[in-house]
């Protein structure tokens, strides 16, 4: 289970290893390109469910720590998805990797 730690404060959300490369890759490209955006997911009924949305701007401090030390291959038609999503008015919204994987 990686983390994904932002903000001065140091919020950590727990995120998949996998997914988190992948939010990773997508968060990545939207800060280099000097891009604000939301990031909204939802919480599992283990947390209560509900979601989080978080607001990230490239003045931010984001750290992703993985608790593997293999980078997976990622899934090119899920990263679309991801980034489809952060590209849209209502910002990144974390979807479960499609069964159909395209692999980059």
Do not use: C
């Not at 983390?3 to 968060?27: C, K, M, N, W």
């Not at 899920?78 to 979807?95: F, K, Q, T, Y």
Request: charged share 20%.
């Amino acid at each position: 289970m990686g983390t994904l730690i932002y903000g001065p404060r140091i919020s950590e959300f727990e995120i998949e290893d996998r997914t988190l490369a992948h939010l990773q890759f997508v968060i990545a490209a939207k800060l280099q390109r000097g891009e604000n955006f939301m990031f909204t997911w939802s919480h599992g009924m283990e947390r209560g469910s509900g979601r989080s949305v978080i607001w990230i701007s490239p003045a931010a401090q984001v750290h992703f720590r993985f608790s593997g030390n293999r980078a997976p291959t990622l899934n090119r038609a899920w990263l679309e998805i991801l980034m489809d999503s952060a590209n849209s008015r209502a910002g990144l919204h974390w979807v479960p990797e499609p069964t159909e994987a395209v692999r980059a």
